[in-house]
């Protein structure tokens, strides 16, 4: 793909994406605006069920078939959403990887990982052979610090560590531009934790692959992001550099959120949380969608805030128009 005008490799305008339930459409994504540039890494915080696993699979339209999207969508000069299945298919895995959370779930576990390997080359490249397809594997597995020799057994011989360093592979096997991983170390223990997320930096460097990440945990993006942004109730609340939203944050939700992270100082050993909860995204007000939970509230606040320009980053909150 040619990134050569200005190296965005996704660009999401206003997009929107609703799910079709009984009750109406739950507006999971409710107008989103992120560029992500070559070779940086996203990460894509906020509370559970404010929308971020929805638009880490709406990229690639993994998502129930009378799902709707809205706005733009474009992943270098592919423009998403008009895609059908079979336009999906060139997209997946080639120009777009994608790690799950559980790779129990996520990897069949009766089929060998050499044939995990095989089958995923040759959605791309249909005339490949098996033995060229191992060959493939082997590198990538070397890289992921796996034995190929390993490649012969099934997912469920693996541990959960293991597990996930071969979806590694399987993700970046094809060289996509872009990777996302939604929760990827969620399932480890921390040690494991830190070693996937520092080999998944490490290969995003050599190939200078870009990443999506999603985490509830703040953590893990401050070990890996370039830059974040800060999701809540389907719209993105502040976007900016790492250490901007780290110690420099502005939207009162943000500021929460840092407080909220439990930390082993004894002198303030108090788990902070936010009271209240987000609104349903069946229902969304007019109103901003944190007023109800912000300490910060004022009149101006029964209307949506637009995205303010501040500090080199964006915020969605009227303390700064
Ligand atoms: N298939 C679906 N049909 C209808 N609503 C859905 C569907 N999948 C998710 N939702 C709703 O969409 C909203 C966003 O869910 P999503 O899974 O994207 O959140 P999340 O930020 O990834 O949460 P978590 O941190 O728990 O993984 C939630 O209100 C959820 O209930
Ligand atoms: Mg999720």
Not at 106 to 116: C, M, T
Request: with cysteine.
């Amino acid at each position: 793909m040619d990134y050569s005008q200005d190296k965005i490799v996704l660009k999401a305008e206003s997009l929107k994406i609703h799910y079709h339930t009984q009750k109406g459409y739950v507006r999971a994504v409710d107008g989103i605006d992120l560029v992500l540039k070559k070779g940086e890494t996203i990460g894509i915080v906020g509370e559970s069920g404010c929308g971020k696993s929805t638009f880490g699979q709406g990229i690639l339209k993994l998502l129930p078939a009378k799902t709707k999207y809205e706005g733009k969508l474009s992943v270098g000069k592919i423009d998403i959403i008009p895609l059908n299945e079979k336009e999906m298919k060139k997209v997946r895995g080639k120009v777009v990887g994608m790690i799950f959370q559980d790779p129990m779930t996520s990897l069949n576990p009766i089929i060998k990982v050499e044939k995990l390997f095989y089958e995923t080359l040759r959605e791309h490249e249909p005339g490949i052979s098996f033995d060229a397809a191992r060959e493939r594997a082997a590198r990538i597995l070397e890289k992921v610090g796996i034995e190929p020799e390993r490649m012969r057994e099934y997912p469920f011989q693996f541990s959960g560590g293991m597990r996930q360093r071969v979806m590694i592979a399987l993700a970046l096997v094809l060289n996509p531009d872009i990777v996302i991983a939604d929760e990827p170390t969620t399932s480890l223990d921390v040690i494991v934790q830190a070693q996937i997320l520092e080999l998944l930096d490490e290969l995003r460097r050599s190939y200078d692959t870009s990443v999506i990440l999603i985490t509830h945990d703040l953590g893990v993006v401050a070990q890996m992001a370039d830059k974040i942004a800060v999701m809540y109730a389907g719209q993105m609340v502040e976007q900016n550099v790492k250490n901007k939203i780290y110690y420099e944050p502005k939207h009162p939700y943000t500021k929460l959120l840092l407080k909220s992270i439990p930390n082993t100082n004894p002198e303030d050993l108090q788990l902070n949380f936010i009271p209240g909860s987000p609104p349903s995204l069946l229902n969304v007000p007019e109103r901003c969608r944190f007023a109800s939970r912000c300490p910060f509230r004022m009149d101006i606040c029964e209307k949506e805030p637009p995205v303010f320009g501040i500090d080199g980053g964006q915020v969605k909150c009227w303390l700064y128009r």
